[in-house]
Nanobody, 130 residues
Framework: QVQLVESGGGLVQAGGSLRLSCAAS????????MGWFRQAPGKEREFVAA????????YYADSAKGRFTISRDNAKNTLYLQMNSLKPEDTAVYYC???????????????????????WGQGTQVTVSS
């Protein structure tokens, strides 16, 4: 059983930056594919980014490419999301998630789907003002 706790959200002006963190405990962090998702009011949860076990492979939603960077520190059991050039449409609750079922062969296809993730954090609010 993996517990995930996000932090780092807040209120920021458009064009600003935030760095989200996700601290993991209760499992072997390096054995999980990790992802970030977000959910805006009235919208479905959507994929933001994912990272492989060692961090060698990363995947991004089109909305995040070039602005967000996902990374992980397996020694610290922590996942990060660096968000730059933030826009009002980035306003959402951001969730980190861990998957023990995604395989290396299929990660390029399956990492985008919330159903592939087994454990979720409680979320952290990001609000971007215009």
């Amino acid at each position: 059983q993996v517990q995930l706790v996000e932090s780092g959200g807040g209120l920021v002006q458009a064009g600003g930056s935030l760095r989200l963190s996700c601290a993991a405990s209760g499992g072997t962090f390096s054995s999980y594919v990790m992802g970030w998702f977000r959910q805006a009011p009235g919208k479905e949860r959507e994929f933001v980014a994912a990272i492989s076990w060692s961090g060698g492979s990363t995947y991004y939603a089109d909305s995040a490419k070039g602005r967000f960077t996902i990374s992980r520190d397996n020694a610290k059991n922590t996942l990060y999301l660096q968000m730059n050039s933030l826009k009002p449409e980035d306003t959402a609750v951001y969730y980190c998630a861990a998957s023990g079922q995604i395989t290396a062969q299929a990660m390029g296809v399956t990492a985008f789907f919330a159903a592939e993730y087994d454990y979720w954090g409680q979320g952290t609010q990001v609000t971007v003002s215009s």
